[in-house]
């Protein structure tokens, strides 16, 4: 049988949040906020190597199935999520999650089709090239929504016929 | 609960030992700069596992961001290891994982790994602000039991933390287009439901 017991912390961090002094919420956003922006041109830069490394990874992609070339191509694109917010592309993590989720379906599904992979990975390029022209992609939610259906295929994959 | 990002209700995380783990350099740059405009000035920042946990191992921890490193889990193990291995009160330290994406496949380790909550990324303030307050509430017991050590999982109803509010739901520019904020008045209280108590499962 388990052995099951609760105990009952008193956490530091409750008290320190009530402590006298301190910021109000709306001034602490705005100052996080602004140091966000600061790292606007390193994200940016982060962006792009990202999306270079991931072009580079999938040009090595074989013929056949290498789950070693998924998951390298998942690790930099999971790695980069996050800081397209920051650099004025969320659609590029929409992208980039989205890549992250059809790559783990098709490790799951042991195959590898090329033509989804390689339609996220342009798309990547061009949200990354639009970012860095400070175009901030807002009509880009329709081609979200268009990788996102790519993606969502292979949780009901289709025949293997039917891939590349 | 949620939090209203022009509220002028006030917290303090001036005194607040945290401790940030992320291998990337951006995500941990995005990180630091969030708690650091959240008023947080005792930041520990870790790139590697090694280095979290000879930090846990020799101070005081409040709080921990951990990634949960999306293509080797190594956050997960990170976490289980914090409630496993470490004396109190750190063992009881509150855990928010942050997540680039999560496996299929690690589901069951985002569950079973003993963190407080887990916030997808991208990061934004509010919702950094938000879980960081909701995990301080007191009252949320803390379990042992051979399979599992961390906080209670079971949840009131009305405890759940709000809707998942995201980055790109704040408008960039919002904050800087509103009028200057009146000046705080004295006694401005804090936020108020950091001491409402949870509410216990039935």
Redesign the interface.
Same mark, same amino acid.
């Given at each position: 049988m388990?052995?099951?017991?609760?105990?009952?912390?008193?956490?530091?961090?409750?008290q320190?949040?009530?402590?006298?002094?301190?910021?109000?919420?709306?001034?602490?956003?705005?100052?996080?906020?602004?140091?966000?922006?600061?790292?606007r041109p390193?994200?940016l830069t982060?962006l792009q190597r990202a999306t270079q490394e991931a072009q580079d990874c999938f040009n090595g992609f074989g013929k056949t199935y290498s789950e070693a070339s998924l998951?390298a191509l998942?690790?930099i694109?999971?790695?980069?999520?996050?800081?397209?917010?920051?650099c004025?592309a969320?659609q590029a993590?929409g992208a980039?999650?989205s890549l992250?989720?059809l790559v783990?379906?098709m490790m799951?599904l042991e195959r590898c089709d090329r033509e989804p992979i390689a339609v996220h990975i342009q798309t990547l390029q061009i949200l990354a090239f639009r970012a860095a022209q400070g175009d901030d992609a807002a009509k880009a939610e329709d081609v979200l929504a268009g990788l996102r259906k790519v993606s969502a295929r292979y949780l009901n994959p289709p025949p293997r016929a039917a891939s590349a | 609960m949620s939090?209203? !990002?022009?509220?002028? @209700?006030?917290?303090?995380?001036?005194?607040?030992v945290v401790l940030l783990f992320d291998?990337?350099a951006?995500?941990l740059?995005?990180l630091g700069?969030?708690?650091?405009?959240?008023?947080a000035r005792n930041i520990l920042r870790c790139r590697t596992i090694e280095e979290a946990e000879k930090t846990v191992s020799e101070s005081?921890i409040?709080?921990m961001i951990v990634d949960t490193v999306?293509?080797s889990g190594a956050g997960f193990e990170f976490v289980r290891w914090l409630r496993k291995n470490t004396p109190? !009160?750190n063992r009881? @330290?509150?855990v928010l994982l942050t997540a680039?994406?999560t496996?299929?496949?690690d589901v069951s380790k985002t569950r079973d790994c003993g963190s407080h909550f887990l916030i997808t990324?991208?990061?934004?303030?509010?919702v950094?602000?938000e879980r960081?307050?909701w995990?301080?509430?007191?009252?949320r017991?803390?379990?042992?039991?051979?399979?599992y050590i961390g906080p209670?999982r079971r949840f009131g109803k009305n405890d759940r933390p709000y809707h998942p509010r995201r980055?790109?739901d704040?408008p960039?520019e919002a904050?800087t287009e509103e009028p200057a904020?009146e000046p705080?008045g004295e006694g401005?209280a804090?936020?108020p439901f950091?001491?409402r108590p949870l509410e216990r499962a039935s």
């Open positions: 388990s052995n099951v017991r609760f105990e009952f912390p008193k956490l530091r961090l409750a320190q949040l009530k402590e006298a002094g301190g910021l109000a919420v709306a001034d602490a956003v705005e100052a996080a906020s602004a140091n966000l922006a600061e790292l390193a994200c982060e998951k998942y690790a694109c999971a790695r980069a999520v996050g800081v397209g917010a920051v004025g969320p993590d980039l999650v992250c989720d783990d379906r799951n | 939090l209203d !990002p022009k509220s002028r @209700a006030r917290f303090n995380l001036s005194q607040t291998p990337q951006a995500g740059s995005i700069e969030i708690l650091r405009g959240l008023g005081q409040d709080l999306a293509e109190q !009160p009881h @330290a509150p680039a994406h496996r299929s496949s990324k991208p990061l934004s303030p509010i950094m602000l960081i307050i995990v301080a509430r007191e009252g017991p803390f379990l042992l039991s051979d399979n209670d980055r790109h704040d960039p904050a904020s705080l401005e804090p936020i950091i001491d």
